[in-house]
């Protein structure tokens, strides 16, 4: 009878056990990647729209983006890319402020991020703080990458940010 007992118990705490480590673990990250990956797309239509001047349409994906971004945020703080597009898109619903500390916060973990920095030497561009977009610009000039000529145009003024 013990036996038996003892067998139950340890049937039911491994069931349990496990049925709870599905629910929460991996599960949390992969919901947050869900949202994370969701909100990309609707990151890259809502560019298109832009480019269409189809503005409330794109204004539409960056807010649906944005809510997925806090989500995955919240399931798994402290992601460089995730803070990159919470910037992003709170720069492009017109939140400078808001989306300059994603920026910064991005920042403080991954310094030489590529996207940050441009997305955030553009916003520094957009708000008329031409020394800091060129110190962004200084941190991209050694990867030779798109980011770098692409800011380096917006700030030199040859070109209009895409985004």
Partial sequence: MIKKIFILIIFTTTFFTNAYCAGSGDGGS??????YNKAVSLINSAKK?????????ATKNY???????????????NNADTLN????????LGDY??????????????????????????LYVST????????????LESCNCEE?????????????SKY
Avoid at 67 to 76: A, C, D, E, F, P
Avoid at 98 to 122: D, M, R, S
Avoid at 131 to 139: C, Y
Avoid at 148 to 160: H, M, P, S, V
């Fill in 30 to 35: 992969s919901n947050s990647s869900s949202n």
């Fill in 49 to 57: 729209y832009e480019k269409k001047d189809k503005k409330e349409k």
């Fill in 63 to 77: 807010e649906k983006a944005q809510k997925l971004l806090i989500k995955s945020n919240n399931l798994k703080p």
């Fill in 85 to 92: 597009y919470l910037g992003f898109t709170t720069r492009k």
């Fill in 97 to 122: 402020e808001n989306g300059e500390k994603y920026y910064l916060k991005g920042l403080t973990i991954e310094p030489n991020h590529k996207g940050i920095n441009e997305y955030l030497g553009e």
């Fill in 128 to 139: 008329n703080r031409l020394g800091l977009a060129k110190e962004r610009l200084k941190i």
């Fill in 148 to 160: 770098f000529k692409d800011l380096k145009a917006i700030i030199e003024g040859t070109k209009k």
